[in-house]
């Protein structure tokens, strides 16, 4: 009885330090709100300030921004080379992992940056030319 105990106490310590280490969803989605704010008013240096603070906070039980969502920033912010270099890695070890991963909270993120992408994507052939 008195291992179990000890090894109760010692499986409660080390959730609580795991758990002051991750960001944690609330602070999460504060940043991909704030990345939200900055896409509408279509200010790409402030996106990339949230794109960083959130690949900041990504751990290994928690994933920031998904794939989709991170490409389609790419396009809108026109930095392609990341896109291709990205693109070029990714494989299927790296989507199983991160599918193992918590996702983001459902803030439609995805689909304002798909919209935006869609109305754009003219420009962006243009600018790909």
Known sequence: ???VFI???????????AAQNSPGMANIAAARLELKR?????DIAG???WMDSLSKMERETYTTIVWDEQWLLYYWSGTYGNLLE?????????????SARIAPPDDSLFTLMDSIVL???????????
Do not use: W
């Open 86 to 98: 990205e693109v070029a890695g990714y494989d299927v070890a790296l989507r199983d992992m991160q």
């Open 47 to 49: 996106a990339g300030l």
């Open 38 to 42: 900055s896409i509408l008013i279509d």
């Open 119 to 129: 109305e754009r994507r003219f420009d962006y052939y243009q600018q790909i030319q």
């Open 7 to 17: 090894l109760l106490i010692i499986n409660i310590f080390a959730t609580y330090c």
């Open 1 to 3: 009885m008195k291992n």
